[in-house]
Every structure is written in structure tokens, then in C-alpha cells.
């Protein structure tokens, strides 16, 4: 078991080792004043008094330094008992903290015949207390004349002993374990919360180094869990699929995800940034869109899915959908902004694609439920305008007359079936075929109907062969080059045609929605040199019935039906334009083989005429069918005619050897055209059966072939064609 004195000394406290050494040190300097007070003259005594005061004082600032600084008040009041009881030379001790509180306040005699000194304790330049000492020398002058005898070597050595002895005290009770809780508080201050601070034998400056491993394992614990909080934001912040951002409020990107950077096409958020300088101006397609957002977020704070144009690194346009928030500061002032973003370019194709698609079917309904009545009233027109003109003779204004309606008449057919066309309610005959042969005749035919103001340029040089309908791709390039030309019409200018080649790799953008896949394409380029057009009438140019045109030169199908045929080919239609400075269209069209003949036509010179065979005929509408009358009986055929299936089918049950061929209405009531060409085969096998529509969404050329039926004649049909037809028929 430990002696007591062992444990005392073990167990030390900064107080008690000040005390023990102060009261030696006091007990010397005594000793010395005495003697020193009495080997010199009055005036060197006061010389003496003060300058033992001002040792006094500089030692009592070290020694209340800590205590001032620690609020330690204990330790304060116990130090100053010290001085007050250890010595008659100090007799008051006034102690003030930083605030001018006064703690501790204690003056033995009046203050007149007592030397006060001050000392201002300041630590890290602010001021931590005040400490005022009262000073008696009474005594001092007392024992200077009774220890006169002491020696000046004495108190030379006793001198040496105090420095000695108060150095030695400092550093080991004071000075070291300060040294090294300061170098700990170093090394946690670092960073370095693995190696706690090693105890000290003094309790106070334990209770300290107690105190700061408990704060460093506190601080350890939180940086750990401020580091995993850290992790996780930075996994949802690089790993988000969605743009995450944060800007000034003047447009200068802060920060961005690597999510953000691909949008835009940036290898890096870093680059991102540094390329992004002002959003306004380098993200933003219309600046003034952003204005708007900061004046919304100004009064409600924030703004959900915005939808906004922004420019893409390579140029190109996207469409984004923005949600944003404004953050303010402790002074609820706006500071910047952040908030997330999507790319939904490709979506919002795909919603236009519907609503296009919308479109059309609603079109190709419409077209659909009066095609049919339509052309038979066409039909009508056709063949008494037809049959005017067999008999109008010399007269040329009423030739005039009737080519004038036959023409207006063929404007109304082809309205209709362009109708059907872009709405594909119409049969498309798909064939291979060079694109060069049939924009080579649509050209022979543009120049002849376009004004001598507006010159053509022509560059064909595809030997693409492309699959598709030879009479859609005619009317797409004619209804591109009539668009063109309208648009250069007032003040003339260059229409040119280029036709090429191009190979479509695999290394394309893919933030283009639209993209081609990879493979060979034949190129067709109109661009012409006319009035442009704005973003606003770009983004409407394929809308059916959307014209900027007067009424008179344009319906608004012709860029329709265009759309239609690229999108039925797998193509695509790319459109440039700015107001004033003319504007290209670039179709892309899949070729499928480079190396194809020019496709050879057949050409009927003269129409056909019958040798007494007998048609029989039937149809609802009395004018079509009085028209197909008079069309057969002159040219040589017997024709009887019926109103109904059933009249018909009874009539050739009567007599199936006497009919040469059956000429049968789609469209009628109780019995339709497939129905009685089902039964008259029946009746008789062998009969050629020609069935008319003015248009059925039931039957097409292949349902027909099957049933039986020789051709399908698409309402109205012209005279020429009608006897062809009946030609090959009974041939």
C-alpha cells in the first residue's frame, strides 16, 4: 500500500504546487529584502520595494493567468490567500475578469499609505482580467535593520536559488504537461482523432485532457457520420439519372452531375461548368424564358416542369423539362438557385408523333366516310364532261369549257386520294424502282408550269434504287418543288434539285430522336431562294390544312402528303429555313439496291373498242350508272344495266352464257360488290368480274384477287382507263 506522502505528491494539483513553490520562493525573497533593505539608504529601498513589487506582479500574472483564463475562481481566491497570508509586504489583492466583474476584493489598511500596482492579463490579444496588488514596506524597512549583517554573497546565492527553484518548479509542474496537451490539441485539431491524449499528474490539466478526448471522439462520431452522409448525397448526386444543378441567380452554373453533362453532350460536369458560363445565354435557346423563371421563383419560390429549349454542345436543340427552387440566405435575400432536369426531347417527339398520327386517322376517318359518296358524284362529273366532249364538235370555247371542268374535276379526284394517301387509307403499290428516273420526269413537268422568273438547277446524281409507290414519290417531288417555287413566285429567284448518295454510319448522335439507322440512303434536296420561313410556321408546315398561302394556291396537304409518303418509306424530312433567305428540305430515303434497269411502262396507244360483248352492270347511283352506260354502248358493247344485287344475280341465273363480263359497285345497299362477285362465281366460274369503289376500308386489291375478282377500279375512273381495263378483262 502507497505511504500517504507518496500519494500526496502522486496526486498533485497545479494549486498546491503553486502554493509550495510560491511560499518558498516568498520565504527567500523575504530573507533578501531584509538584508537588502538594511545595506542601503531609504531611497534605495523604495528603489527596492518597487521593483519587488513589480517581480511580484510579473509573477502573479503568470500565476493568475490560467485561473482568469479557466474562470477558475477557487483556484483564484486560494492564490490570492497565498500572497494575502504568506506575506506582510502584499496587503490587498483586487482581481477584476474580462467583463470588470470584481472577484475578489480584500485591502488590509488604507489604501493611502499602501504602493498599488496593476496588471492587465490579455491572452490571444483580448483582454482576460485585471490584477491590482497593494504593497506594504513596513515591515520590509523593519527587518532591512535587523538583518543588516546578512551578506552580499548570500543573497547573490539566494537569488540564484529562487530562479533556480522557480524554473524548475514551472517546467515541471506547469510548462511540460501544458507543452504537451497543447501538442495534442495540435494533433486533433488536424484531423487525428485515433491516439487520445495521455494523462497528466496534475487534476486540473487531467480534468482538461479528459475533457478534450471526450470532444475528439464527439468529433470523430460526426465526421464519420457527416462523411457517410456525405457519401450517400454524392452517390444520388453523381448516380440520379436526372440532371441536378445549381446556378446564380445571374446565370452561373455552379455546380452539375455527371447526369446534366451527358444531357447537354459535355464529357464532364467540370466542363460543363467552365463551358457554361451564362445559362441564359449558352443553355437557354430564348433567354427571356429564363428571365420569366427568376421573376416566377422571386414569388412563389419555386416552379415545377418547365418545359424549355436548350441548346445541346454539338448545336442541336433540346427539349427539357425543368423543375427549380430558389434558395435564400439568412437574410431571406435570394441567393441561388437549383433543381433538377430531364431530357424529354424524345418523348415530346413521340407525343407530336401521336398527335400526329391523331391527326391523321381523324383525316383518314373523315376521308374515308366520303370518298366513297364523294367520287361517285366525280364519277358522274367525269363521264358527262367526257361525254360533252364526244359530242361538243367545233365550238372551241365550249371545249374550252369542258377542259376547264374536266381539270377542275381531276383537282377534286386527286384532292381525295391524296386525302386517302397521307392518311393511308389508300393501297400502295410498292415496287423498286430509281429515284433519279421519276425526278427526272417530275422535272420535265416542273418546267413547263413554272414562271420564266424562277430558275432551275438540277444535280442528279443517286444511282439509288428505293422501294415505294413510283406515282407518292412523283407527287412528293412535285409538291416540294411547287412549294418551292410558290414561295420565290413574287420575286423570282434559283429552284435547285440535288439528288445523291449517302451512307449513314453507326456512329451517330444519339441525343437526335430521329436518327436514321445505319445503311445506304438516297438523298433528295430542294432548296430554294424565296421568303423562309419562322420557327412558328416551321414547327406547323406538315399539319394537314396549314397554308400560308391564299386559297386559291393551296389546300394544305401538299407538305402533308409529303410527310406521309417519307413516313410510310422509313425516310426522314429535314427542313431549314431563315425569314428572308429561302429555305431546304433534305428527304432521306432508304435505297435497296444501287445497281437497278430503268423501269419500262406500258403504253396503250389507242382505246380499245368492244365486238358486241355483253356487260352486265350494276350500281345504286342512276348517274354513274347511266354514265358507264353510254361509255360502253359506244364503243361497241351490250350493255344491261341493274340498280341491285339481287336484280343482277337473278338475271344471270336466267341467262349465265349470255354475260361476257360483270361490272359491280363497291358500295351498296343490302348486297355489296364482293358479295355479288362471290355468287355470280358461283353461278359461273369463268366470268371476268370487275369490281368499282369509290372507296371501301373492307377490300383491297389482294381480298379481291382472291374472291375472284379480275381489278379493282378505284373511283371516278377515266373514260381511257375504263375500256382498257374492260379490254384486258375480256381478253
Same mark, same amino acid.
Not at 537569488?159 to 524554473?167: G, H
Not at 484531423?191 to 496534475?202: F, V
Not at 369509290?694 to 381511257?720: C, W
Given at each position: ?6 500519494n500526496?505528491f ?9 502554493a509550495f513553490g510560491l511560499t518558498?520562493?516568498?520565504i527567500l525573497?523575504?530573507?533578501?529584502l531584509?538584508f537588502f533593505?538594511? /545595506?542601503l539608504?531609504s531611497?534605495k529601498l ?14 502573479a &500574472? ?5 485561473p ?7 483556484t483564484l ?8 497570508d ?7 489583492? +483586487?482581481v ?10 480584500e ?9 498599488r500596482?496593476?496588471k ?8 482576460i482580467?485585471?490584477v491590482?496588488?497593494y504593497?506594504s ?10 538583518k543588516?549583517t546578512?551578506g552580499?554573497i ?9 530562479l533556480v527553484?522557480i524554473?524548475l ?13 497543447t501538442v495534442?490539441?495540435?494533433r486533433?485539431?488536424g484531423?487525428?482523432?485515433?491516439q487520445?491524449?495521455?494523462?497528466a499528474?496534475q487534476?486540473e490539466i ?12 464527439r468529433?470523430a462520431?460526426q ?5 457517410d ?6 452517390s444520388?448526386f453523381e448516380?440520379s /439519372? ?5 446556378? #446564380? ?7 452539375a452531375?455527371?447526369?446534366?453533362a451527358?444531357?447537354? &453532350?459535355?464529357?464532364s460536369?467540370?466542363e ?10 449558352d443553355?437557354?435557346?430564348?433567354g427571356?424564358q429564363?428571365?420569366?423563371?427568376i421573376?416566377?421563383?422571386?414569388q412563389?419560390g419555386f416552379v415545377?416542369n418547365l ?6 454542345k454539338?448545336?442541336?436543340i433540346?427539349?427539357?423539362a425543368l423543375?427549380?427552387r ?6 431571406d ?5 437549383e433543381?433538377m432536369l ?9 407525343e ?7 391527326k391523321m386517322?381523324?383525316?383518314? +376517318?373523315l !376521308?374515308?366516310?366520303?370518298a366513297?359518296?364523294?367520287?361517285n358524284?366525280?364519277?358522274?362529273m367525269?363521264g ?12 372551241i370555247?365550249?371545249k374550252?369549257?369542258?377542259?376547264a371542268?374536266?381539270?377542275?374535276a381531276?383537282?377534286?379526284r386527286?384532292?381525295?386520294q ?7 387509307k389508300?393501297?400502295?403499290?410498292k415496287?423498286?424502282?430509281?429515284l433519279a428516273?421519276i425526278?427526272?420526269e ?8 413554272i414562271p ?6 438540277k ?10 409507290d413510283? +406515282?407518292q414519290?412523283?407527287?412528293?417531288v412535285?409538291?416540294?418543288c411547287t412549294?418551292?417555287y410558290?414561295?420565290?413566285?413574287g420575286?423570282g429567284?434559283?429552284?435547285?434539285i ?6 449513314i ?10 436518327q436514321l439507322p445505319?445503311? /445506304?440512303y !438516297?438523298v433528295?434536296?430542294v432548296t430554294d ?5 419562322d ?13 400560308t398561302?391564299?386559297q386559291?394556291?393551296?389546300t ?6 409529303v410527310?406521309?409518303i417519307?413516313?410510310?418509306c ?7 429555313? #431563315?425569314? &428572308?433567305?429561302? #429555305?431546304?428540305?433534305?428527304i432521306?430515303l432508304? !435505297? ?5 434497269g430503268?423501269q419500262?411502262?406500258d403504253?396503250v396507244s389507242s ?6 360483248q355483253?356487260?352486265?352492270?350494276v ?5 354513274v350508272r347511266?354514265?358507264m352506260?353510254?361509255f360502253?354502248?359506244?364503243s ?5 344495266s341493274?340498280?341491285?344485287g339481287r336484280?343482277?344475280?337473278d ?6 352464257e ?8 363497291m ?8 358479295e ?23 377490300l383491297?386489291?389482294q381480298? !379481291?384477287?382472291?374472291?375472284?375478282i379480275?381489278v ?9 382507263r375504263?375500256?382498257?381495263t374492260?379490254?384486258q378483262?375480256?381478253a
Amino acid at each position: 500500500m502507497d505511504s500517504p506522502s507518496f500519494n500526496l505528491f502522486r496526486r498533485r494539483s497545479i494549486a498546491r504546487d503553486l502554493a509550495f513553490g510560491l511560499t518558498c520562493i516568498v520565504i527567500l525573497m523575504t530573507l533578501f529584502l531584509s538584508f537588502f533593505y538594511q /545595506m542601503l539608504s531609504s531611497k534605495k529601498l523604495a528603489r527596492d520595494v518597487e521593483i519587488k513589487a513589480e517581480e511580484v506582479m510579473s509573477e502573479a &500574472g503568470e500565476m493568475f493567468f490560467l485561473p482568469l483564463y479557466n474562470f477558475d475562481n477557487q483556484t483564484l481566491h486560494h492564490i490570492a490567500r497565498v500572497y494575502l497570508d504568506g506575506t506582510d509586504f502584499v496587503r490587498g489583492i +483586487t482581481v477584476k475578469n474580462e467583463y470588470g466583474d470584481v472577484l475578489i476584493d480584500e485591502i488590509n489598511g488604507s489604501t493611502d499609505t499602501l504602493i498599488r500596482k496593476n496588471k492587465v492579463l490579455t491572452a490571444k490579444n483580448r483582454e482576460i482580467g485585471t490584477v491590482t496588488f497593494y504593497f506594504s514596506d513596513q515591515k520590509l524597512r523593519v527587518q532591512q535593520r535587523e538583518k543588516i549583517t546578512a551578506g552580499f554573497i548570500v543573497i547573490i546565492v539566494l537569488l540564484m536559488v529562487i530562479l533556480v527553484a522557480i524554473d524548475l518548479f514551472m517546467h515541471l509542474w506547469l510548462t511540460k504537461p501544458l507543452q504537451l496537451l497543447t501538442v495534442g490539441i495540435r494533433r486533433i485539431a488536424g484531423g487525428d482523432y485515433t491516439q487520445p491524449l495521455p494523462p497528466a499528474p496534475q487534476l486540473e490539466i487531467n480534468e482538461i485532457i479528459e475533457e478534450v478526448n471526450t470532444m475528439a471522439g464527439r468529433i470523430a462520431e460526426q465526421k464519420k457520420q457527416l462523411e457517410d452522409s456525405e457519401k450517400r448525397y454524392r452517390s444520388i448526386f453523381e448516380g440520379s /439519372m436526372e440532371g441536378i444543378f445549381q446556378e #446564380t441567380l445571374a446565370g452561373t452554373l455552379l455546380t452539375a452531375n455527371p447526369a446534366m453533362a451527358n444531357i447537354f &453532350g459535355y464529357n464532364s460536369p467540370e466542363e460543363c461548368i467552365a463551358r457554361c458560363t451564362d445559362t441564359g445565354r449558352d443553355l437557354w435557346v430564348h433567354g427571356d424564358q429564363r428571365r420569366k423563371l427568376i421573376k416566377e421563383l422571386g414569388q412563389h419560390g419555386f416552379v415545377t416542369n418547365l418545359h424549355a429549349e436548350m441548346h445541346h454542345k454539338n448545336g442541336g436543340i433540346l427539349t427539357i423539362a425543368l423543375t427549380v427552387r430558389l434558395v435564400r440566405d439568412k437574410d431571406d435575400r435570394p441567393d441561388y438557385i437549383e433543381g433538377m432536369l430531364s431530357d424529354i426531347t424524345g418523348r415530346q417527339q413521340m407525343e407530336d408523333d401521336l398527335r400526329q398520327a391523331q391527326k391523321m386517322e381523324a383525316i383518314g +376517318t373523315l !376521308a374515308g366516310g366520303i370518298a366513297h359518296d364523294f367520287n361517285n358524284i366525280l364519277s358522274a362529273m367525269f363521264g358527262y364532261i367526257e361525254l360533252a366532249q364526244m359530242r361538243v364538235g367545233d365550238n372551241i370555247k365550249l371545249k374550252k369549257y369542258l377542259a376547264a371542268s374536266l381539270t377542275a374535276a381531276r383537282r377534286a379526284r386527286d384532292l381525295v386520294q391524296q386525302i386517302l394517301t397521307f392518311s393511308r387509307k389508300a393501297d400502295q403499290q410498292k415496287k423498286p424502282f430509281p429515284l433519279a428516273v421519276i425526278v427526272k420526269e417530275a422535272c420535265k413537268l416542273l418546267r413547263s408550269s413554272i414562271p420564266a422568273t424562277v430558275e432551275i438547277t438540277k444535280d442528279l446524281q443517286s444511282k439509288a434504287v428505293i422501294l415505294a409507290d413510283p +406515282t407518292q414519290i412523283h407527287q412528293l417531288v412535285m409538291n416540294l418543288c411547287t412549294n418551292s417555287y410558290q414561295a420565290m413566285e413574287g420575286s423570282g429567284g434559283t429552284l435547285s434539285i440535288h439528288l445523291y448518295d449517302k451512307e449513314i454510319q453507326d456512329d451517330h448522335d444519339s441525343s437526335d430522336p430521329e436518327q436514321l439507322p445505319p445503311g /445506304m440512303y !438516297a438523298v433528295l434536296e430542294v432548296t430554294d431562294t424565296g421568303c423562309g420561313m419562322d420557327e412558328a410556321v416551321r414547327g406547323k408546315i406538315f399539319e394537314p390544312y396549314f397554308t400560308t398561302k391564299s386559297q386559291e394556291k393551296g389546300t394544305g396537304l401538299g407538305l402533308a402528303l409529303v410527310h406521309g409518303i417519307v413516313s410510310n418509306c422509313k425516310g426522314k424530312i429535314e427542313v431549314s429555313s #431563315t425569314p &428572308g433567305s429561302g #429555305t431546304a428540305f433534305r428527304i432521306f430515303l432508304p !435505297a435497296i439496291d444501287r445497281q437497278a434497269g430503268p423501269q419500262v411502262v406500258d403504253v396503250v396507244s389507242s382505246v380499245p373498242r368492244g365486238k358486241g360483248q355483253t356487260i352486265m352492270l350494276v350500281d345504286d347511283e342512276e348517274p354513274v350508272r347511266d354514265i358507264m352506260k353510254n361509255f360502253l354502248e359506244e364503243s361497241g358493247y351490250i350493255v344491261l344495266s341493274y340498280s341491285s344485287g339481287r336484280e343482277i344475280l337473278d338475271a344471270l341465273k336466267a341467262g349465265p352464257e349470255t354475260c361476257d363480263l360483270l361490272i359491280t359497285d363497291m358500295a351498296m345497299p343490302k348486297m355489296t360488290g364482293a358479295e355479288i362477285a362471290r355468287e355470280a362465281l358461283q353461278i359461273r366460274p369463268d366470268l371476268p368480274v370487275i369490281l368499282c369503289t369509290g372507296y371501301s376500308a373492307d377490300l383491297n386489291q389482294q381480298q !379481291a384477287m382472291e374472291i375472284g375478282i379480275h381489278v379493282v377500279l378505284q373511283k371516278p375512273v377515266q373514260r381511257t382507263r375504263f375500256l382498257r381495263t374492260i379490254y384486258q378483262a375480256l381478253a
